[in-house]
């Protein structure tokens, strides 16, 4: 059925239940396992005391900054799909996309033929003013998607 599975946490309780889920379903299906986090772009606009842009966001502290960041949601990831029986699984970390960019394109460069993702149950109103990452990869992505809840 599935081969491989590409699962995005951002390290929220609940993205770790959709982990969790997904990789319950690797393992009894023998899938290869991709773990993604996003890092979403740095604010356009910060600036400093003088007016001008401060440009952490195209310095090398930055990127380490995102990536150790990244790094402490994707090695417990990581360690947690090894222990629930997953031992081929890779973990990838997307530097300066929005969330459904990153998913979506990891997804494809992995060939993933299913994506397991959470959903923050927003509805109405809030869900018009403040989108939806998970709605916006279910309405673009041309794979499966197995949304948790």
Request: with cysteine; aromatic share 4%.
């Amino acid at each position: 059925m599935y081969k491989r599975i590409l699962i995005a946490t951002d390290g929220s309780e609940l993205a770790v239940k959709g982990l969790q889920k997904g990789l319950e379903l690797a393992a009894q299906l023998g899938a290869h396992v991709d773990i993604v986090n996003v890092s979403e772009p740095w604010a356009i606009g910060m600036y400093d005391a003088m007016g001008w842009s401060a440009g952490y966001e195209a310095s090398a502290e930055y990127r380490q900054d995102r990536e150790t960041a990244a790094q402490k949601i994707l090695q417990p990831a990581l360690e947690t799909a090894r222990a629930a029986g997953v031992s081929d699984v890779l973990g990838h970390h997307v530097l300066d996309r929005y969330a459904a960019d990153g998913i979506i394109e990891t997804a494809a460069a992995c060939n993933s033929d299913l994506l397991v993702m959470t959903s923050h149950g927003r509805r109405g109103v809030t869900r018009v003013l403040l989108g939806s990452q998970t709605a916006e990869v279910l309405a673009r992505s041309t794979v499966p998607v197995l949304v948790i809840r």
